[in-house]
């Protein structure tokens, strides 16, 4: 970043300011002096907050010299590319005096990036006015670098799984060819291809956690059935064994839904899919709810398929779950109930 050789008519003034402000908050600047961490103030009552004074800890932090920073508007260093929710927070905690949640990146002189987390509080005088603000900040750059490594190499496995879903998928395709029907591998198929976009969509999220809703949705897209499935709940979050079990769960009864329930005929028939939060003793608990309608008389099969397995079986130990599935006339209903993830619904 390049300035304007000499002093501006901002940076003049803050200069003249400087010993007054001193008198004004002697011990609290000399405080600000001697403290290892980054400070400055700025003048509340002028345009674009100029700096009125910058410890030595800021300095070395950023780069520059005392000079070329008095005077200069607040946000001089801030990087062009900035997250514009960070710029929009700053301007909050100018308002209120308070820290940002989000990390903000800084210019060095040197051309480097610096992130740092920023706390503002507003300087009053006897009056109440605020005619400064104290800024302090946090140099977590190694934590930022540290999280940047970890999203490279999360994106890594991601499209490394990825190549390997791929993988199965050709093999499967070339050894079953011949040994099995058709139909019997476009399910397997499915199977893997409804895994593989639940990957990637924890994969953006950093394999921490995903939305029941975006799950449903996820798994639903490929299928063209959305626009016959009502969906109904507020935001659940779910752990990855979670999203990738409901995941299998919800593509069976699609599946089946349009092999041969409410949604095989080309009209009237709708999935209805509804979820809400119960407290329980024990830890709040999920309760959802698929119901079919609409659709052909159903009565139940003669014998459990590997889907009715999955639900019944699979998904009810590994979330711990309990799993109800009917084949009502009307349709097909299954309701589960779960524990919740932690902090769901706080």
């Known amino acids: 970043m390049s300035h304007q050789p000499g002093k501006s008519g901002e940076q003049k003034h803050a200069e003249s300011e400087i010993e007054g402000f001193r008198d004004d908050l002697g011990p609290f600047v000399v405080a600000a002096e001697t403290t290892r961490m980054p400070m400055v103030f700025c003048d509340a009552q002028a345009p674009g907050k100029p700096i009125v004074f910058v410890n030595q800890a800021f300095l070395d932090l950023t780069g520059y010299g005392e000079q070329e920073v008095l005077g200069q508007k607040f946000d001089f260093l801030f990087q062009s590319g900035t997250d ?16 940002l949640d989000t990390p903000v990146r800084f210019n060095r002189k040197d051309g480097g990036t610096v992130w740092v987390s920023i706390f503002i509080s507003p300087v009053r005088d006897d009056s109440g006015t605020v005619v400064q603000h104290f800024a302090s900040f946090v140099d977590i750059t190694r934590r930022e670098q540290e999280h940047e490594r970890l999203r490279s190499l999360l994106d890594e496995l991601t499209h490394r799984t990825q190549n390997t879903l791929a993988t199965v998928l050709a093999i499967a395709g070339q050894t079953l060819r011949g040994m099995a029907d058709e139909q019997a591998i476009d399910a397997f198929e499915g199977r893997i291809l409804a895994l593989s976009k639940t990957h990637c969509l924890l994969g953006a999220e950093n394999w921490d956690e ?51 329930g409410a949604l095989s005929t080309p009209f009237g028939g709708k999935v209805d899919v ?69 902090g769901t619904g706080g």
């Not at 514009?84 to 308002?95: N, W």
């Not at 975006?214 to 063209?224: C, K, M, N, S, W």
């Not at 999920?286 to 309608?293: G, N, Y």
């Open 274 to 342: 509804s979820w809400l939060l119960e407290e329980a003793p024990k830890g709040d608990r999920i309760r959802l709810r698929w119901r079919e309608s609409g659709g052909p008389p159903v009565s139940p099969p003669l014998s459990k398929g590997f889907g009715r397995r999955l639900i019944e079986g699979g998904l009810a130990q590994d979330l711990n779950a309990d799993v109800r599935l009917g084949f009502e006339p009307t349709g097909v209903v299954c309701e589960i109930v779960m524990p919740a993830s932690e």
């Open 210 to 260: 995903v939305g029941l809703s975006e799950v449903l949705e996820q798994t639903l897209e490929p299928l063209g059935l959305l626009e016959r499935v009502s969906i109904e709940g507020g935001e659940v979050p779910l752990h990855p064994k979670e999203a990738l079990t409901l995941t299998l769960a919800f593509h069976e009864l699609a599946s089946n839904a349009v092999s041969h």
């Open 84 to 99: 514009p929710e960070a710029l929009a927070e700053i301007q909050t905690a100018f308002e209120g005096g308070r820290g």
